[in-house]
């Protein structure tokens, strides 16, 4: 029952700060190793767990996507859907000890990444940068995702707004989009294997969803910058207990 509700804290908290700034994954992916789930198989569960948002987000910049031409979104989505799957496929290839070995350093870098998204995406460019460098980028950057999903919305959101897009709600609606896509896709994969823990990540969709509803209304009320270091703090913390068990 303590782990039950563990997890359950954990995924209505990842809802919440999803909702509010990102980075729901730090809480999500600990919480479920700490119960004693293998390192592989909550990776892929947290994924599932914090999925649902994606479609949220997603629906809820429908005018934005709109605007944009069906060619780009399908083209985008495609090339989303390839690196999930090849993302997927690459941890369920890597031997559990390898991945164990590399989860603080993916930690760290996901926070570091997080801690100066707001650099990185104030760095907005008058041009646009090539076609293709925009989708080979994006390719990099869906894989990643497949792999492991922590940061997943911040180098899509660096990506969008380094080549090109000028509106930060055009580059969050495609941001919203895209994740779903490769998420869906990589969840696929993952449950095709078998690597999903299935009554612990049901549990947790259903807490990340309330977090989420939640979250959307205590973005309005509390600081953003008190929201990133609360953020920032967790993936530190996260990331050197992982260091200390080894």
């Not at 080549?163 to 994740?179: C, F, M, P, Q, V």
Request: aromatic residues 8%; hydrophobic residues 60%.
């Amino acid at each position: 029952m303590l782990e039950v509700l563990l997890l359950m804290a954990a995924a209505f908290a990842a809802g919440v700060l999803n909702a509010m700034a990102g980075g729901g994954s730090f809480l999500t992916f600990p919480a479920l190793v700490f119960t004693g789930i293998a390192p592989i198989t909550a990776n892929a569960t947290s994924a599932v767990a914090v999925s649902p948002g994606y479609l949220g987000s997603a629906l809820g910049f429908q005018a934005e996507l709109a605007r944009l031409p069906r060619r780009l979104l399908v083209q985008e989505g495609l090339i989303c859907a390839l690196g999930g799957l090849l993302g997927a496929a690459a941890l369920l290839v890597t031997p559990a000890k390898l991945f164990s070995t590399v989860v603080p350093w993916l930690l760290l870098f996901a926070t570091g990444l997080f801690a100066i998204a707001p650099r990185l995406l104030a760095r907005r460019q008058n041009s646009a940068t090539h076609p293709l460098a925009r989708q080979l980028g994006l390719l990099v950057v869906a894989i990643y995702g497949g792999y492991f999903n922590g940061g997943l919305g911040i180098l899509l959101m660096a990506l969008y707004t380094l080549s090109g897009e000028r509106d930060l709600h055009t580059a969050n609606a495609l941001k919203n989009l895209n994740s779903l896509v490769l998420s869906l896709l990589s969840v696929m994969a993952f449950a095709w294997a078998g690597a999903i823990a299935w009554p612990q990540a049901l549990l947790m969709m259903l807490a990340a969803t309330i977090g989420g509803f939640f979250g959307a209304r205590l973005a309005r009320k509390l600081p953003t910058t008190v929201v990133r270091s609360v953020v920032i703090l967790t993936g530190v913390v996260m990331a050197g207990v992982f260091f200390g068990r080894g």
